[in-house]
C-alpha cells in the first residue's frame, strides 16, 4: 500500500503537485523520462513500457522539433514520434494533458499492435531553478533534463523515476548526481550476443544410434533424404545445418513437423567449386549450399575479417546470374560509414561515388576474375562483360523501389538499423535472392550494438522461416598474417 502523505506536503500548492496529484497509485508503477535519443532511435518507444508512465520533458519536445527536417533516417523517425504524439493528444483538453493521456493504440502502422496500459506525461510547468544542482555548469539540454528528473524524484519520493537514454555519458551524470539510468532495452534482440543463432550445430557422437528408431531414408531428383525421430528434433529450425564430429556427416533440415525432421545431404564444396572457389572448411561449404539453393530467397552470413563472406556471396552470384541466368544481375550496397575522418561530397553518378565504399568487392572480383587465358584481351573482356551485370546501389535512393529477379547483396549489414534493415528486405519482388553479410564486432553506427544491430534482429526473426538461412563463419581463411592479427590484436 501507499505510504500516507504528510499533512506539511498536502499543505505545499505548487504548480508541479498537478502532476503528482494525477497519478492514480502511482507508487505501483514507475515513472520513466525518455531523452530525445530514444525516440530518435525507435518512435514506438512511447508504447515499450507496459504499464508503467512515460515522462516527456519540454526540452526534449524542443530537441525534437530542431531534429525533424530533412530525409536522413532520424528526421524520419521524429516526425513518426510527432505523429504518435499528435495522435494521442487528439481532443485532449488541458486537464486531459496533465493528468496523463492512455498511451493506447493509434492509427499509424508502426504502433503496437496492442495498448500498453500506461500513461503518458508531459513537462506542463516550469520546474523549480532550485532543483539545478550547482555541479551542472549551464543550461544544456542534458544538464536540464537531469535536473528534471531530480525534480520528479523529490515531487514523487515513493515511486522509482528512470532517466531513459541511450547517451552513455547522460548516463554516468546520473548515476554521479544519485539518479536511476538506464539504456533502452526493448530494440535488443538478445541479451548476450554469444546467444545468437549460428546456423549449425554439431550432432552428438551417439546420434544415430538414439535417432534410428523408425528413420527412412531415400533418393529423390538426385538428392538424399533422411527422416527421424527423436529428443533433439524438437529444438531443430528449418536450413539449420548439421554435421558429426568425425566430419562423415553434413546435412540440412528441410522441414521439422510431428515430431519428425526431414534431412537432406549436403553438397560438399570444399571438393566442388563455384565459380573457381572451393569452400575452405565446413562453415563455407554451409553458406555456399544455402546461397546456391533456389528455395531459399533470404541468407545472412556473420564473421569475422577474412572468413570469406564476400568472396562467397560473389561466387554464388556470378555463377547463378552468368552461367545459370537464374537471376538478371547482382546489385550490391552497404552503408557509406568512414572509418577514419570522412573525405568529404565525392563527384560523379550514383555508382561512381559508391566506388570508394566498395574496395571489398573490387578486391573480390579481382581474384574470382583472376585468369592468365586470354591475356589482357580477355581480361578486359571479362571486366567488360561484369561491369554490365554487376550493380552498385546507395541504400539512400533504395526507399520505394522493387527489385526483380536481382542477386541483392547488402555488405556491412551490422552498421544498419532493423527499421532500415526491414525498408531494404521489403523491395525485394519476384526471384529475388537476398544476402546479408556482417561483423556485429565491428559496428560503426551511433547508439547500435550487437544485441540491438538490424543484423542481429533478421538472423533472429528469420531462423524459423523455411525460405531464410543463416551461417556464422568461425575461421578465417584470408591469410596466416591477418588470422594472427585478429587474434592478438
Known amino acids: 500500500m501507499t505510504p500516507p502523505v504528510s499533512s506539511a506536503r498536502r499543505r505545499r500548492s505548487r504548480p508541479e503537485d498537478l502532476i503528482e496529484e494525477s497519478l492514480p497509485e502511482a507508487e505501483r508503477t514507475r515513472l520513466y523520462v525518455l531523452d530525445t535519443n530514444v525516440l530518435m532511435h525507435d518512435p514506438t518507444a512511447l508504447f515499450r513500457f507496459e504499464e508503467h508512465g512515460v515522462f516527456i520533458p519540454m526540452v526534449v519536445l524542443e530537441e525534437l522539433d530542431a531534429a525533424k527536417k530533412g530525409t536522413s533516417e532520424v528526421a524520419r523517425n521524429v ?24 498511451l493506447v493504440r493509434t492509427a499509424s502502422s508502426d504502433a ?80 548476450d550476443a ?49 554435421y ?17 525432421a526431414r534431412i537432406e545431404i549436403l553438397r560438399n564444396y570444399r571438393e566442388n567449386a563455384i565459380w573457381g572457389v572451393h569452400a575452405r ?47 538478371r544481375e547482382i546489385l550490391m550496397t552497404r552503408v557509406t560509414i568512414p572509418v577514419g575522418e570522412d573525405i568529404g561530397f565525392l563527384p560523379g553518378t550514383e555508382e561512381e561515388k559508391m566506388t570508394p565504399w566498395m ?24 571486366q567488360d562483360l561484369l561491369a554490365h551485370r554487376i550493380k552498385i546501389r546507395s541504400l539512400n535512393f533504395m526507399r520505394g523501389r522493387t527489385f526483380l529477379n536481382r542477386y541483392l547483396i547488402i555488405d556491412e549489414a551490422q552498421n544498419l538499423t532493423a527499421k532500415q534493415m526491414k525498408t531494404l528486405i521489403t523491395r525485394a519482388g519476384p526471384g529475388t535472392k537476398i544476402v546479408c553479410l556482417g ?24 531462423r524459423t522461416w523455411s525460405h531464410g538461412g543463416h551461417i556464422t563463419l568461425v575461421r578465417g581463411e584470408r591469410s596466416r598474417l591477418a588470422d594472427h592479427a585478429a587474434e592478438i590484436l
Open 439 to 462: 561483423n556485429v564486432a565491428q559496428i560503426d553506427t551511433p547508439y547500435l550494438t550487437e544485441t540491438s544491430s538490424g543484423l542481429t534482429h533478421v538472423v533472429d526473426r528469420f
Open 112 to 191: 503496437p499492435q496492442r495498448d500498453c496500459g500506461g500513461r503518458l506525461y508531459f513537462q506542463t510547468e516550469p520546474l523549480p531553478t532550485s532543483t539545478i544542482p550547482v555541479t551542472l555548469p549551464g543550461l544544456k539540454p542534458d544538464n536540464t533534463l537531469l535536473a528534471t528528473v531530480m525534480a520528479l524524484q523529490s515531487q514523487h519520493p515513493d515511486r522509482e523515476v528512470v532517466l531513459v537514454s541511450k547517451d552513455i555519458n547522460l548516463r554516468i551524470k546520473a548515476s554521479i548526481m544519485g539518479l536511476c539510468a538506464e539504456d533502452y532495452f526493448n530494440d535488443q534482440v538478445l541479451d
Open 79 to 102: 516526425r513518426q514520434v510527432s505523429r504518435f504524439l499528435d495522435e494521442l493528444m487528439q481532443s485532449a483538453d488541458r486537464h486531459a494533458v496533465v493528468a496523463g493521456l492512455p
Open 281 to 327: 572448411n565446413r562453415e563455407q561449404s554451409f553458406a555456399l549450399n544455402l546461397l546456391m539453393d533456389p528455395d531459399i530467397d533470404f541468407v545472412t552470413l556473420l564473421g569475422g575479417a577474412g572468413t570469406g563472406k564476400t568472396l562467397l556471396a560473389l561466387a554464388a552470384g556470378l555463377a547463378q546470374c552468368l552461367e545459370m541466368n537464374r537471376y
Open 359 to 382: 574496395g571489398a568487392l573490387m578486391d573480390n572480383l579481382e581474384v574470382l576474375t583472376h585468369s592468365d587465358e586470354g591475356g589482357d584481351w580477355g581480361r578486359a573482356a571479362t
Open 194 to 242: 554469444d546467444l545468437l543463432y549460428r546456423g549449425w550445430e554439431e550432432l552428438p557422437e551417439d546420434f544415430w544410434n538414439t535417432h534410428s528408431k523408425d528413420m527412412a531414408s531415400w533418393n529423390e531428383k538426385g538428392r538424399t533424404f533422411y527422416r527421424v525421430i527423436g529428443p533433439k528434433v524438437g529444438s531443430w529450425t528449418p536450413n539449420l545445418c548439421l
Open 244 to 260: 558429426t564430429p568425425d566430419g562423415g556427416f553434413e546435412g540440412i533440415v528441410r522441414e521439422v513437423a510431428q515430431g519428425a
